[in-house]
Structures are given as C-alpha cells and as structure tokens.
C-alpha cells in the first residue's frame, strides 16, 4: 500500500439503520457505538441526518444565570436600536442625494458629481 492510498469504506443500509436501531435503544452512547464499530461520529450524525432521525443528534442545553439573560436582553434592545439608527440614518442620506439629484437638474448640471465639484471649487 503507498503513502497516498486511503482506505474507503462504504457500509450497507442495513448496517446503517442497525446503527440508528442500537442508538436509539440507549444501550451505547454514539461514543461508544463509534469505538465498537470503528466509525467516525461524522459518519454517523450524517445517517442521522439522511434517515431523519433528528431525535438522535445531541441536545445542547445552555444553562444561564439571571444575570445573564438580562444583559443578553440588554444588548438585543441595544442592537435593535442600532438598527433603527442605522436605517434612518440611510433614509436620511438617500433624501439628501435625492435633493442634491433634483438641485443639480433644476441648476442645469447633468450629474449630481459635477455640482458636488462646483460646490467645492467656490471659494
């Protein structure tokens, strides 16, 4: 065998879904059944998802304290009026370039930039 060759195996479905069976009674942990059968958990959380059996994949419990679900609360509101801020902001320059669009028309120039150029050369 050279140093390239990489083994690749292909397991059948049945092999597959006796997996998912033994998973699913909680007789072994995916750890276990991954050791006891030499597959990564990869391969695995792949069935998982192939066969639908979401019920399968880990849980994750995220645990907080009181005082973090009020600061995580504090920084939504936060973001929520930055978002705010930041689209009036933008409705605010698209009405300034929407003047400026109908002041250079009304002034006789044909882009906005020729008279953003003559503003600037005034003295």
């Known amino acids: 065998m050279y140093k390239n060759d990489k083994v690749i195996r292909r397991y059948s479905e049945p092999f597959k879904l006796k997996i998912l069976a033994e998973l699913s009674t909680g007789k072994h942990t995916k750890s276990e059944l991954c050791k006891l059968y030499s597959i990564a958990p990869t391969t695995v959380n792949e069935w998982i998802k192939k066969y639908n059996r979401k019920d ?5 419990v995220k645990v907080e304290t009181k005082d973090e679900i009020s600061r995580i609360k504090a920084l939504q509101k936060e973001i929520e009026q930055l978002k705010k801020l930041l689209l009036k902001k933008d409705l605010d320059a698209m009405i300034e370039e929407s003047y400026l669009e109908v002041a250079a028309e009304k002034l006789g120039y ?14």
């Open 56 to 60: 399968l994949m880990n849980t994750r």
């Open 110 to 123: 044909k882009t906005v930039q020729q008279l953003k150029k003559k503003l600037n050369t005034k003295p």
